[in-house]
């Protein structure tokens, strides 16, 4: 079963915010998930995964952001991590980081690179609507390089 959950912080005004309120959004939508690992699968929730800048990639040249993943306790997947295009007419994103936290341990020392592969491929089939990504060769060079130990890297600024 799939869930999604669109998140919007407005102020008095009516007006969507963002600014300084990154903890307490993120802490509202770790407790959702909390909630459906629960609800639906009577378990707890195990990890998150999110996509990030690289900051060999950040466009603003500030790694000032890098300091709430590494606050809330992320750690970088050191593999070549490329967001497949969504179209023909589009290209692939590289330049992106997959970070991983759990949340049942504060250090995480290693994850099996399956459990990756197949948080990739969920997501490139039901969030990025890619209908087959085992013949996508992204994922496949991705799911090869999983294969293999993966460090896991804590993110500093």
Sequence with gaps: MNRYHIILAKDNNGDIA???????IYKYI???????????????LDYVF???DSPAYCKSGNN???YFWNKNNYFHLD???????????????????????????TDLTEVKGQLVADVIYDYLKYAMQI???????????????LSKPIKLQRIVQ
């Design 18 to 24: 963002g600014g300084g309120i990154g903890t307490q």
């Design 30 to 44: 770790l407790n959702i998930m909390e909630i459906d690992a629960h609800r639906i699968n009577n378990k707890k």
């Design 50 to 52: 999110c996509e990030i």
């Design 64 to 66: 000032k952001y890098l």
């Design 79 to 105: 593999f070549n991590y490329v967001q497949p295009a969504l179209s023909v007419s589009q290209s692939p994103v590289h330049g992106l980081w997959l970070v991983i936290s759990s949340q049942q341990a």
């Design 131 to 145: 209908e087959n990504p085992e013949q996508n060769p992204d994922f496949i060079k991705m799911k090869e390089e």
